[in-house]
């Protein structure tokens, strides 16, 4: 299966989406905003990267830009739960930025590692 990063501030979300990953036999690494999820991609070969789009220090936009200009970047999921309004913006800016998938929060099962099966299907699953 994957190696996958969760970049989330609220550790309970983190918690729900590592369950739900490990279930199914991802390797799942959690970071608490960009700035260290960066820090584990340094130290880490990462597949995935979920992240959250509202967080203190680095928030998810920016993370994804980091992750984009990396010589070979993982595959990103943005997800956000903040108003629906704003949220569909967020998602689309994320999107724009090169994200690989985006989901809204409250996040299901299902929709979670469909998405994660999509994006490893289109990536091949390239191992080191």
């Known amino acids: 299966m994957a190696r996958i990063l969760v970049v989330d501030d609220d550790p309970a979300m983190c918690e729900v989406v590592r369950g739900m990953l490990e279930k199914v036999e991802h390797t799942v690494f959690i970071a608490s905003n960009g700035r260290n999820g960066l820090a584990t991609l340094a130290r880490e070969w990462i597949e995935v990267v979920i992240t959250d789009i509202v967080m203190p220090e680095m928030d998810g ?20 739960g903040g108003d629906r309004n704003g949220a569909a913006e967020q998602l689309a800016t ?17 929709i979670l590692l469909d998405a994660i099966s999509d994006l490893l299907r289109r990536q091949g699953v390239a191992r080191r």
């Open 61 to 80: 936009l920016e993370t994804v830009r980091q992750l984009r200009s990396m010589t070979r970047p993982p595959k990103i999921t943005v997800m956000t």
């Open 94 to 110: 994320a999107r724009r930025l090169g994200a690989d998938a985006s989901l809204m929060k409250p996040l299901r099962a299902k």
